[in-house]
C-alpha cells in the first residue's frame, strides 16, 4: 500500500484534487440554480 | 479680487491652526493623555531592558525594537484627537464651523507635534538606556527621525478618522494601521540599521526618496478621502 | 448556464493536464514538461498556486475599483460589489498563503521564510483581515461602505511601496531566478499553455463565484425591501 503511494503520489493527489474540484463546482452549480428560481419569484409581483 | 482669494486661503490657514488650537488646548487642560503615553513609553523601555537583562541583542534587532515601541506609543495615542470629538459629540459641530480640509490639516498638525514629542523622548530614553543601541551616522538617523515621524502621522491621522467613526475603535485601529505603515517601517527600521552599521549619509538616499515618496502620497490620499469619512 | 459547464470541464482538464502530464528531462513530445533542476515534480505547482495569488491581487484591485465607484456613486450595489471582491480575493490569498507555505516546507524546509514574495502575500492578506474587521465594526449600511471604501484606497495607495521596498530587503528564496535561469523563455510550450489555461480557468472561476455573491447581496436586499426594487 506504502509502495503504491510512494509511486503514485502525484496520481493520488490528482485524484484528491479532480474530487475537490466536482464538489466545488457542483455546489456553485446548485447555487445557481437556486438564484435563478428566486429571481423569478421575486421578479414577478 | 486678489485680496478676496488672498483673504480666502489665508481664512483656511487660520482654520487650520484653530482647529490645532483647540486640540493642543485641551490636552494641556487635562494632561491625562500625553501623561500616559510618557508612562506608556516608559514602561515599555523599562520592559525591555528587564528583558535584555545584561544580554546584548544585536544592533539589527535593537533599531526594529525602537520602532516597534514607537509604533505603539503612536497607537496609543494618535487616535485621541478624532475620537475625542466622538466622545463629546462634538463632531457635528465641528462640522459646521469648518470646512472638512481645514479639519484633518488641523489634527494632522495635533498629531504631528503629539508624535514628535513622543519620538524624542522615546529616542532619548533609548539611547540612554538600553546599552546595545549606538548611531553612528547622526545625520542618517535624524532625518530618518524626522521623515519617519512625519510619515507616522500622516497615515496614522487618516486611520485615526476612519476608526472614529467605527465602534470597536480600540482594538482597530492598529489593525488598520500596521499594513499602511508597514511600508514606512520596513523603510525606517533599514534606515535606522544603516545609521547603526555607520553607512554614509548618501547611501540612505534610496530610503529618504521613499519616505518623502510616502509621505507625500498618503497626504494626498487622505485630502482627498477625508471628505468621504468626516462628513456623516 | 453551459457557459458553467464549460469552465467546469476547463479547469477539469487543466487539473488533469497539470499533474497529469509527464515531466522529462528532455521533452521530446509537444506534450512533454521540461523537469525544473531543484523542483522536478513540485514545479506542477505553478498551475495552482500562482493562479490564487494572481486572483488575490484581482480581488483587491476589484474592491479598490468598486470602492471608489460607490464613494462617486453612492449606491449600495457598487458597495456590494465591492465587498464580494474583497472576500473572494480574501479567500484567495488564504490559499495563496498556505499552498505557498507548504510548497516552501517540501522545497526550502522551513514553512515560511519572509522572502518578498511571502512578505507581500502575508500583508495582502493582513491588509483584507484589517478590511473586514473595519467593516463588522460599523452598523450603518452607507458609513460602513464609505468607510471600507476609503480604507481599501488608502491601502491601496501604499501597496505599491512594497514593490520598491523589496528590493532593498535581503535576498529572496523564491524560485523565480530558478525558473528564469532558463533564459527568456522560461516556460517551454507545453507547460506555458497549461499555465495559462489554468490562469484563465480560474479567472473565470473568480467571476463566476463572485456573481454568485453579488446575486444573493442583491436579493437579500429585494426581499427586505419588497416595496422597493
Known sequence: MQEFFGQNALYVVLAVVLVIWAGIFG???????KIKKLEQQIGKP | MTTLRADRRFSWLRSVIAVYAKDWHSELRTRYAISALLMFVVTTIAIIMFSLGSEDAPPEVLSGMLWVVVFFGAMSGLARTFVMEEERGTSMT????TGPSAVYFGKLLFNLVLVFGLNSVTVVLYLLLINGFVVKTVSIFLVTLILGSIGFAAAATIIAAIIARASTKGTLYPVLSFPILLPLLLTVINATRMAGEGAAFSEAYGEFQLLISYIVVVIAASTVVFDYVWKD | MALRILLGLWLAVVIVLGLGLPMVAEPQHWYDLPIV?????????IF???????????GFVAALVYGI????????EDDSRSAASAGLGFLFCLLATVTGAIWAKSSWGTYWNWDPRETSIFV???????YFALRSAVEVEEKRASLAAVYAVIAGVTMPFFVFIMPRVIASLHPEPILNAQGKIH?????????????????????WMWKVYVKVEQLRRRIQQPTGG
Open chain 3, 37 to 45: 533542476p531543484g523542483l522536478e515534480e513540485k514545479a506542477r505547482i
Open chain 3, 187 to 207: 516556460m517551454n510550450t507545453a507547460m506555458l499553455l497549461v499555465f495559462l489555461a489554468s490562469l484563465a480557468g480560474f479567472t473565470g472561476l473568480y467571476y
Open chain 1, 27 to 33: 455546489y456553485l452549480y446548485r447555487v445557481e440554480k
Open chain 3, 48 to 58: 495552482f498556486h500562482v493562479p490564487t495569488a494572481w486572483l488575490s491581487v484581482v
Open chain 3, 124 to 130: 495582502l492578506l493582513l491588509i483584507y483581515g484589517a
Open chain 2, 94 to 97: 465641528l462640522q459646521l464651523l
Open chain 3, 69 to 76: 465607484r460607490y464613494l462617486r456613486s453612492r449606491s449600495i
